[in-house]
T-cell receptor, first 114, second 112 residues
Framework: KNQVEQSPQSLIILEGKNCTLQ??????????LRWYKQDTGRGPVSLTI?????NTKSNGRYTATLDADTKQSSLHITASQLSDSASYIC?????????????FGRGTQLTVWP | DTEVTQTPKHLVMGMTNKKSLKCEQH?????MYWYKQKAKKPPELMFV???????INESVPSRFSPECPNSSLLNLHLHALQPEDSALYLC???????????FGPGTRLTVL
């Protein structure tokens, strides 16, 4: 069964600190993995996309890693800011899947305190 | 233009009302999607249109009726909704041969 699991479910950190969010998936055959940021009541915004051959990808203070062998990904946020408070969703797509079929994790709710 | 727009931002309706949600994109994408998202849950796919034709209906109740009048517009017609239909409704678009979906800001729907 194709699944995406994220941990932790929620996380509170102080402004300026770093944090790492985890994503494990069983989606097969794997095509790519995305991390989205979703502010409350808003649509998801793509942060990074990684294919099978990519191990690391950065987007400003966001760095995603992918281990296709263990089917794990992480999102590292450096020097957190108050605006980083949001839900971070791991989304995986399968090769050859039905049009539009994406597998969503439940997200990690990150709260950054001043 | 790399934006998907949705209107209205918020909608409150009674169970006997008829309303419509609208979605628009000008990125030349020929695949468009409707998702329903409950609080603290991931988005759930409802409908997929490809080249203005409905290609996926995830067994959505008939009180939700999608329409794709042209390649840039996607509507979701609502009728006789239930309170449990209250949710954030997200529209997304993509090239049909790509799984990179661009999401709109959503419509927050409340059914009284």
């Amino acid at each position: 069964k194709n699944q995406v699991e994220q941990s932790p479910q929620s996380l509170i950190i102080l402004e300026g600190k770093n944090c790492t969010l985890q994503c494990n998936y069983t989606v097969s055959p794997f095509s790519n993995l995305r991390w989205y940021k979703q502010d409350t009541g808003r649509g998801p915004v793509s942060l990074t996309i990684m294919t099978f051959s990519e191990n690391t990808k950065s987007n400003g203070r966001y760095t995603a890693t992918l281990d296709a062998d263990t089917k794990q990904s992480s999102l590292h946020i450096t020097a957190s800011q108050l605006s980083d408070s949001a839900s971070y969703i791991c989304v995986v797509s399968a090769r050859g899947s039905t049009l539009g079929r994406l597998y969503f994790g439940r997200g990690t709710q990150l709260t950054v305190w001043p | 233009d790399t934006e998907v727009t949705q209107t209205p931002k918020h909608l409150v309706m009674g169970m006997t009302n008829k309303k419509s949600l609208k979605c628009e994109q000008h990125m030349g994408h020929r695949a468009m999607y409707w998702y329903k998202q409950k609080a603290k849950k991931p988005p759930e796919l409802m409908f997929v249109y490809s080249y203005e034709k409905l290609s996926i209906n995830e067994s959505v109740p008939s009180r939700f009726s999608p329409e794709c009048p042209n390649s840039s517009l996607l509507n979701l017609h609502l009728h006789a909704l239930q309170p449990e239909d209250s949710a954030l409704y997200l529209c997304a678009s993509s090239h049909p041969m790509s799984d990179t979906q661009y999401f709109g800001p959503g419509t927050r729907l409340t059914v009284l």
